[in-house]
């Protein structure tokens, strides 16, 4: 199994470090993530997450699905995860890579990859969406989003805030700008704007709705339909 840079040194405590000393404005952010996502989920609905973390997103979804399932690629992640979720008996947490899922063909309802999952799960965005689209039912979702390009500023500001309290490495100001954060130790953070969704499904051939939520992020909704 392939790691990357959060699985190696920014999992588990850390990373939960991460969204705590986001500011207002971040914590706005994430939150209109989260309840964007929620509107699209129904009670009965089996609902995968792709890069769940320690389970921050995953519990607000058990809160609501039927079944939340979440996979990650760091055991530091999964482990925190599940003392994290312990409360919720309809969580479903799994060791497992974005790009072999080990589910059979059309299992879930929605699956999603929030919070520029299409970045950071560092897979090939086309194959990512595939392997996502594979376990998805006829007529489910795949819900993938990135930052707002306008977002830029407050994006940078929490990354600088990450770096100073030590959870990543100083910002390499010569390599960082047009969307990408790079950090001294290896971290590299990219964007997915909506031109990018928008070249990526006409690429594939498929239909989804490019919408920016709270002017924070792009949100892209892919519904599987037979052709």
Not at 93 to 102: S, V
Not at 167 to 196: H, P, R
Request: hydrophobic share 40%; net charge neutral; glycine share 6%.
């Amino acid at each position: 199994m392939k790691t990357n840079y959060y699985a190696k040194h920014l999992s588990a405590i850390r990373l939960k470090k991460c969204y705590e000393i986001g500011s207002a404005r971040i914590q706005q952010y994430l939150e209109a993530e989260i309840q964007f996502t929620l509107s699209h989920i129904h009670p009965n609905d089996y609902v995968l997450e792709l890069g769940c973390g320690y389970g921050r997103i995953l519990s607000r979804i058990a809160e609501k699905a039927e079944i939340a399932y979440g996979i990650d690629n760091s055991k530091n992640n999964i482990a925190l995860a599940q003392s994290f979720l312990k409360k919720y008996d309809n969580a479903r947490l799994f060791l497992m890579d974005a790009r072999n899922l080990e589910f059979p063909d059309k299992t879930f309802d929605v699956v999603i990859g929030i919070q520029n999952a299409i970045s950071a799960l560092k897979i090939e965005p086309k194959l990512l969406i595939i392997e996502a689209l594979r376990v998805t039912k006829e007529n489910g979702l795949v819900i993938l989003s990135s930052y707002a390009e306008h977002f830029w500023e407050e994006r940078l500001q929490w990354f600088v805030d990450q770096s100073k309290a030590g959870l990543l490495g100083e910002i390499d100001w010569k390599k960082t700008g047009n969307g990408v954060i790079k950090c001294e130790g290896g971290f590299i953070a990219t964007s997915f704007y909506q031109k990018d969704f928008a070249a990526l499904l006409s690429e594939m051939s498929l239909n989804g709705e490019i919408l920016v939520v709270d002017d924070s992020s792009v949100f892209c909704i892919i519904k599987k339909v037979n052709h």
